[in-house]
């Protein structure tokens, strides 16, 4: 096998600068910042972001970057670290086709280092999109096979690539050193750890590392910081039968589609979701449902005797009630369409200790069951489909049911630019007043105009 591939993208990386990628690139790219920025914010409000933030800011030290939605700065790589985390904390965060979260690990990683270098925004944005544009080709090209998935997978694993793919970028490093950071980032990646989040009814509750997305964050952020100081790591890290790809778990690596395209085609305008719920991408078919339902026949929540769920098998393992805590409920279809059954704005008031622990809410997911559909099913497999049919039963007796094929928020049935601004104003509403709000919102739209990325930090 050959050993290129790694220099062929670390090449591309370093020569590569916003004016190459078309202006649709750069507006969608500018929709994911605003999203994953405005999910810190949601984040930091909830249990497992203050676990995070906690610890990190009574160690103190120089404050270099912003932690979104703090109020403080604390050391870069320890801004991306819980940037990161963040982004996620809520399961809100964009997704790259089920296998990953590449946002929340690379945007944090590019703003950390950009305030801390006080670059500008036209070279920040530049590195976000070389983050996502050969981030995500790497995942995709490393996925293994159904087969292999069922006992090792890494969904946070690959996003390394994401975050050091920015980082170094922001640094403004050369080939050399950018191919150093490569070897470090990818031979400190997370585990693949998947299959021990706890889906094992017998396992629960699903544990608060997830994905991950802020240790791929850290991770990334540390080897090009790293490597700008002349630290060495492996230039053939991608390459060969002994490459990242087996490192990581999977039992094959498409080098093709690592590398095909390069500097024409792009995933964020094919493959990346901006989500419209605060749980696990898996169930928003089925919430698409309820809430087509619930808005068509003006349902009540006291008026419904039953909820079914027809999904693929996935979405099965999510058929657990009385959810211990915020990450288990994320995974808990019952309590995500008892949420969605109630209006209650998703993010961080979906998951409120009353909510959590409410009765009447406990009753209510009750009355939720879930059936894997086969044809769905292998849909999922075949074609990436996230699809789901719900049929709801009242207590007269009516049945309600309607068919989701492919859910909002996908690249083939987006999220409108309103929608999206208006999940980030309810987020970053836990921060800031209104007029901050729009203001940030408008600095996120003249990002490249920006001379210091710290005037946005600030802000934050």
């Given at each position: ?257 690592m590398t095909a395209g390069l500097g024409q085609e792009y995933e964020v305008l094919n493959n ?37 769920i027809h999904s693929f098998a996935w979405v099965k393992t999510h058929e657990v009630y009385e ?138």
């Amino acid at each position: 096998m050959e050993k290129w591939y790694t220099k062929k993208l670390a090449t591309y990386a370093v020569e590569t600068q916003i004016e190459d990628y078309p202006r649709e690139v750069i507006d969608k790219v500018k929709l994911f910042i605003l999203d994953s920025i405005g999910c810190m914010f949601g984040g930091s409000q909830t249990n497992l972001g203050k676990a995070i933030m906690t610890p990190i800011v009574s160690m103190g030290g120089s404050e270099e970057a912003t932690i979104v939605g703090g109020g403080i700065k604390v050391p870069t790589i320890q801004a991306a670290f819980v940037n990161g985390t963040t982004a996620n904390a809520l399961d809100y965060d964009d997704t790259l086709l089920g296998i990953g979260h590449p946002g929340a690990s690379l945007i944090p990683a590019a703003l950390a280092i950009g305030e801390w270098t006080q670059a500008s925004g036209k070279d920040v944005i530049n590195a976000i999109l070389i983050g996502y544009d050969l981030g995500d080709r790497i995942g995709l090209a490393i996925q293994p096979t159904y087969e292999r998935l069922q006992n090792v997978w890494g969904v946070g694993t690959w996003q390394t690539f994401s975050a050091v793919c920015a980082a170094a970028k922001v640094l403004n490093l050369d080939l050399t050193k950018t191919l150093h950071a490569y070897g470090v980032a990818g031979a400190t990646a997370p585990l693949p750890n998947t299959q021990k989040w706890g889906w094992d009814i017998s396992e629960r509750p699903i544990h608060w590392v997830k994905e991950p997305t802020g240790w791929p964050s850290w991770t990334g952020t540390t080897a090009a910081v790293l490597a700008y100081n002349g630290f060495v790591g492996n230039n053939y890290i991608l390459d060969g039968d002994n490459g990242f790809w087996i490192m990581a778990g999977s039992d094959q690596c498409d080098y093709d589609k690592m590398t095909a395209g390069l500097g024409q085609e792009y995933e964020v305008l094919n493959n990346i979701a901006i989500k419209p719920y605060s749980s696990c991408r898996w169930q928003h078919a089925a919430l698409d449902c309820v809430t087509q339902i619930k808005q068509e026949n003006d349902l009540q929540p006291e008026q419904i005797k039953e909820v079914f769920i027809h999904s693929f098998a996935w979405v099965k393992t999510h058929e657990v009630y009385e959810p211990a805590d915020m990450v288990d409920a994320q995974f808990s279809i019952p309590y995500t369409v008892a949420m969605t059954l109630l209006g209650i704005h998703p993010g961080p008031a979906w998951y409120t200790p009353e909510n959590l622990k409410s009765e009447d809410i406990h009753n209510l997911t009750n009355k939720v069951k879930v059936e894997t559909d086969p044809h769905i099913d292998k849909a999922y497999f075949a074609e990436d489909k996230i699809s789901a049919r719900v049929v709801i039963t009242t207590q007269e007796g009516e049945n309600f049911e309607t068919y989701v094929d492919t859910p909002s928020g996908d690249p083939r049935n987006p999220l409108s630019q309103k929608e999206i601004e208006d999940k980030f104003k309810d987020q970053a509403a836990y921060a800031l007043k209104p007029e901050e709000i729009e203001t940030v919102i408008q600095k996120i739209y003249e990002f490249e105009t920006i001379d210091d990325i710290s005037s946005l930090m600030s802000l934050l």
